[in-house]
């Protein structure tokens, strides 16, 4: 069945340490993001990618980085945590072209992330 | 700039009565609009969308949503509200010639029993 997925669900880990979250879909889409969610509310969308070797950031500034070797794989890693990176990530992606548009975005289930 | 307005943080309504959650949006262009639910620690569902053709379209869990253009909104609706459908609704936005995906800020539906 296509989906996308993420993992860890949930994650807590010590400050300074380096960890990457995962994020995979298969249905073929082409875009792929990466939202950052607070406790409460509001997304903010923090990287996205229109396809293989391309990334860009989003419109909050984040320490994380991303890479897009595989059309499937969009993870995003922190090289060294800190208790403000404590939050909700949550990972999408879209059908291509303008067709796709038409169907807005899959989200994945979110990793909860708590650095202590 | 292309923006989406959720006026209202919480929205609180009884079990049983009619709700709605309002949204109203800025673009230039023909939106494109959705509505998704996030229940707690998941991410977004799609709801339902308005892509062109009728006003009023019909989605999951018996929502319904009204698109204004006059009025550049897009509430969401429910005739008898459930105290399941509790949770997170966020409206959002697309603009066919662009690749992103404008949310609001989110409202929280709170069912009373």
């Known amino acids: 069945e296509a989906d996308i997925y993420q993992t860890p669900r949930y994650l807590v880990i010590g400050t300074g340490k380096k960890i990457t979250l995962e994020c995979s879909q298969t249905?073929?889409?082409?875009?792929m993001y990466w939202y950052q969610q607070d406790p409460g509310m509001e997304l903010h969308l923090i990287h996205y990618?229109?396809?293989?070797?391309?990334?860009e950031k989003g419109d909050l500034s984040s320490e994380s980085t991303v890479s897009r070797i595989r059309t499937e794989h969009f993870p995003l890693t922190l090289e060294s945590a800190r208790p403000s990176h404590t939050s909700q990530y949550l990972c999408?992606?879209?059908?291509?072209?303008?067709?796709?548009?038409?169907?807005?975005?899959?989200f994945g289930s979110g990793t909860r992330l708590t650095v202590v | 700039a292309q923006s989406v307005a959720q006026p209202e943080d919480q929205v609180n309504v009884a079990e049983g009565n009619p709700l709605t959650v309002k949204c109203t949006y800025s673009?230039?262009?023909?939106?494109?609009l959705f509505w998704y639910v996030q229940y707690p620690n998941r991410g977004l569902q799609f709801l339902l969308k308005?892509?062109?053709?009728?006003?009023l379209v019909k989605g999951s869990y018996g929502f319904e949503a009204e698109f204004n253009k006059s009025q550049t909104s897009f509430h969401l609706k429910k005739p008898s509200a459930l105290v399941s459908d509790s949770a997170l609704y966020f409206c959002?936005?697309?603009?066919?010639?662009?690749?992103?995906?404008?949310f609001g800020k989110g409202t929280r539906l709170h069912i009373l029993p």
């Open positions: 999408a992606s879209s059908a291509p072209g303008t067709g796709g548009a038409r169907y807005g975005y899959t």
């Open positions: 249905m073929g889409h082409d875009k």
């Open positions: 990618s229109y396809g293989v070797n391309s990334t």
């Open positions: 673009v230039s262009g023909n939106p494109y």
């Open positions: 308005y892509i062109t053709g009728d006003n």
């Open positions: 959002a936005v697309r603009v066919p010639r662009d690749d992103k995906i404008i």
